[in-house]
């Protein structure tokens, strides 16, 4: 009896691991230590925590905190993992959990070649990095694949954004949302349309000011208003 609970515990103890991931995490652009991390995120959420920070994962891991950060990133950003919030039972608090859905729909959907194919693109990620000076969190990831997938903003109109908060001396992400929610009121879907409506802006706040101000040069950041895109 006292055996046959001890492999009931052992049986307990235990994360399922699918095997697609196992043989076809190389088609995805991973690699073991990739694997491994998301391993340790199904293994804590087994434990009901839903949310383990690098610190966390890396105490299991052979690799440091900065580096699970690296590979959180790299995750967001192929559209393998995404960041959610739940509302707590019983209460109004907000938290941020780990989602590993989209891992299993690229792995077991009909069309998962072209599907990562298409998240691999990581262009428009790049360029943020390259504005702001810094990688992005993994909070700031999901808000730019929020514009893509959930808003479903052209990548285009989305790096339009981009330039304008940086010609208006505004880079942050909430200034950039603001431009890309007032876009989608007035109905502008592409490049060209953001670019009469930004000159028209831009012509009003000039015509605005009692007196002429120093023009700033922006052609170090981008020249998208005359320019293809």
């Given at each position: 009896m006292k055996r046959s609970l001890q492999i009931?515990?052992?049986?307990l103890d235990q994360v399922h691991i699918p095997v697609k991931l196992l043989t076809s995490f190389q088609t995805l652009g991973l690699d073991e230590k990739d694997v491994m991390l998301l391993l340790q995120i199904q293994q804590f959420q087994h434990k009901g925590i839903d949310f383990p920070t690098p610190a966390e994962l890396s105490s299991h891991?052979?690799?440091?905190?900065?580096?699970?950060?690296?590979?959180?990133r790299k995750l967001i950003q192929k559209g393998l993992l995404?960041?959610?919030?739940?509302?707590?039972?019983?209460?109004?608090?907000?938290?941020?959990?780990?989602?590993?859905?989209?891992?299993?729909?690229?792995?077991?959907?009909?069309k998962k070649e072209e599907k990562v194919e298409e998240q691999a693109d990581g262009t428009i990620f790049i360029l943020f990095e390259q504005e702001f000076g810094r990688p992005l969190s993994p909070f700031e990831i999901e808000m730019i694949n929020g514009w893509l997938d959930e808003d479903k903003q052209a990548a285009s109109l989305i790096k339009?954004?981009?330039?304008?908060?940086?010609?208006?001396?505004?880079?942050?992400?909430?200034?950039?949302?603001?431009?890309?929610?007032?876009?989608?009121?007035?109905?502008?879907?592409?490049?060209?349309?953001?670019?009469d409506a930004s000159k028209k802006f831009h012509g009003n706040q000039t015509t605005k000011q009692e007196s002429p101000r120093p023009k700033r040069d922006t052609s170090f950041y981008y020249n998208w208003l005359e320019g293809e895109d």
């Open positions: 009931q515990k052992i049986l891991l052979t690799i440091d905190e900065e580096q699970c950060s690296r590979i959180l995404e960041i959610e919030q739940n509302t707590e039972e019983n209460t109004e608090k907000i938290g941020e959990v780990y989602s590993l859905n989209k891992l299993w729909e690229v792995l077991y959907g009909e339009a954004a981009l330039r304008e908060s940086v010609l208006m001396g505004k880079l942050n992400f909430k200034y950039i949302d603001r431009i890309l929610r007032e876009w989608q009121k007035k109905g502008i879907h592409s490049v060209e349309q953001a670019r």
